[in-house]
């Protein structure tokens, strides 16, 4: 059972925002049934990776589970072939690479509304002609992956739309 919070403020404070350029989404697609099989895998691999941003999880199109894991770049290629070196072991298993991407991160004390903020973010981006192509909220930390070379009219659309106390308006 979740407990959803609600917070609200006319401006939405936020302790800032960091733009990461030339990052990847490494995905991994399996059935649903072999998602405990491959989930120790998984995490052994994301863990020897330390540069592993975030992740996510949705249901795919058949059904069944796809992972995306957040990279740099670099990282997110060693990544990619350490999981197609486990094919033979995972044959169902399906790995991809996005082409290059920029994430958007910010916190604040948004005491945990992550649908709120989720909101409030996407609504900033819509208004810019921009949609996120992830959209990662846990707790009160949120990321906004968008198309490569969109991040600085997102992050100038987020400050419009969010306050950092100590900030000029």
Request: charged share 20%; net charge negative.
């Amino acid at each position: 059972m979740e407990t959803i919070a609600v917070y609200w403020e006319a401006k939405i404070k936020t302790y800032g925002f960091t733009l990461f350029r030339g990052q990847v989404i490494v995905r991994v697609r399996l059935p649903a049934e072999r998602l405990g099989d491959c989930g120790l895998l998984l995490e052994e691999l994301a863990q020897s990776f330390s540069s592993f941003r975030t992740t996510s999880m949705s249901m795919g199109a058949e059904g069944n589970p796809e992972m995306g894991f957040l990279f740099d770049r670099e990282s997110g290629e060693r990544f990619l072939q350490r999981l197609e070196r486990q094919a033979e072991e995972y044959p169902d298993m399906r790995v991809s690479i996005s082409p290059p991407l920029d994430a958007i991160t910010f916190y604040g004390p948004h005491f945990q509304d992550r649908f709120g903020i989720a909101h409030a973010a996407c609504g900033a981006l819509a208004v810019e002609g921009l949609a996120p192509q992830v959209t990662v909220c846990s707790g009160s930390t949120a990321w906004m992956v968008l198309p490569d070379g969109t991040g600085d009219g997102a992050m100038a659309a987020l400050r419009r739309a969010f306050c950092i106390p100590g900030e000029e308006e």
